[in-house]
């Protein structure tokens, strides 16, 4: 698969400092933002798509092993997110933190710490 190639780099200013930051295998950039928004840039576009992820701050990011991205927050969740498409929770863990997500794209396998466990 060819890659799109990016010439010129960007930057980009967000209202909420920045916790994390992954791209996906289409090239894609997500940044995880504190205040629970996932912002999604593409290599060609000019614009951020946002997705309003968690309520609260988000705590961790990384790429979903099938398709967009994973993240965990300040408010007990995990939540699959996909450019063009709403949040989709995973995992509900409340009164807990999700600090830690991790994901294999051999096995597919998912997973996350919940406040101690």
Known sequence: MARPQ?????SWAFDAPVVACVFDDDGN?????GDGTLRIARPCADDVETIEAHQGA???LCTHPEAGFLSGGDDGRLVQSIA???PK???SAKGRWIENVAA???TGLI???AGKN
């Open 58 to 60: 988000m705590l961790a």
């Open 111 to 113: 997973a996350c710490t």
């Open 89 to 91: 929770e995973l995992l």
């Open 6 to 10: 990016i010439t010129d780099g960007k």
């Open 84 to 86: 063009g498409e709403a």
């Open 29 to 33: 950039a997500a940044f995880g933002l």
């Open 104 to 106: 294999s794209t051999e």
